[in-house]
């Protein structure tokens, strides 16, 4: 008996053994098939879905416009990643719009009405004033000076839209505008970019401002956060932030400089923060909305450089990009093939300092004594 054990015990262990090893494998085999096929995937991985889309504020008399766009768009971009269109007006759509537009893409598509909270003077505004602020600016000869529909969508943009109860559903956003074009093939999605590297602001172009239209805008967010030392606390040191974006002079004066915000693709949670609804509020109460023409650009651009670090900030080289006379193309010779803007057209290219020259003495009554791109103050604030 001793010999019969002696000699079977080791086989007893060898197959144990064996049956353990098939085990582990089979399991292994369940839980990799469960997991591609069940997209089992925790919130931060690479691949899990994105809640986000386009936004766009738009009139139905812009709708040859913003086909031109979502057409470009689409062949860039969309047709591969199948994001939704939000889109936004003061009025009501009309149906050709909303079948024009729906038919140009394969993707969802909403279309939504801003309410007079959004759109509207709040009541503490002096409307007679704010009409006399209009013609001043309008004499000095500012883009939009007398414009009051311009006020109201600079607000909505700096105030508004995030919390339009369209975008609840969504973290992130890509604003385009009718009238733009897109130049190249983006291959992957900017939205997962914009996540996976805990980016929280995007842009292409950054420029500097018609300081007639923003005189007390710094003086008052600087108000703000003296006013609120709790606010201001939570926000990055000056050297973590991109205040040297915004300010020459280490936060004493504003220099005009801001992102484009005819392009962003952003994260909604900036806005949503109750730091930036609190500042926001701050601003609306001081009414420069419409005594003086603050721009969303210069709102956005401030906020985010006081409230974000600056590696939450990217911006996008390859994505080209034309708005009115300016155009970001990409220069190095690997998107040659994915673009079809001329780099010469860049605004940062030396062959179109004529037209800037021309343009700076076009705009001479206005402050413009820097040059109008204000790439180079962005790279100078990463450092
Ligand atoms: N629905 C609506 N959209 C507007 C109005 N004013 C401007 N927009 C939109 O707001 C965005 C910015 O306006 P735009 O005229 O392009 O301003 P600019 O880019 O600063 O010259 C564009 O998408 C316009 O279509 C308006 O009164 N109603
Ligand atoms: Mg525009």
New binding site residues.
Partial sequence: MRWFSGKVTPYVFMTAGIILVIMSIQTFFTISHTTSTQEVMSPMSDNAPMKACFV????NS?LD??ATTIREIESTFNSKFDYPYVF????EFTSEFIETTSALTKSVTKYGK?DNQMWGYPNYINQTYAAECRSQLQQQGI??GDSE??R??CRF?SGFFFRHPMLDEYDYYWR????VNYYCDIDYDVFKYMRNNGKKYGFTIAFREYMATVPTLWQTVMNFRKENPEVASRWPTKKDSLINFVSDNNGDSYNGCHFWT?FEIASLELWRSNDYLKLFSYLDQQGGFFYERW?D?PVHSIAASLMLRKDEFHFFNDIGYR??AYTHCPREPEFRDKCSCDPASDMGNVKISIMKNMLRLLTLLIDYNDPINCFAEFKKALN
């Fill in positions: 766009v504020l738009v009139r812009e416009g913003i936004l007006n003061d009025e801003v883009p939009y529909s311009y109201h969508m943009q385009i505008e009718p009238y005819n721009g650009a708005h009115t």
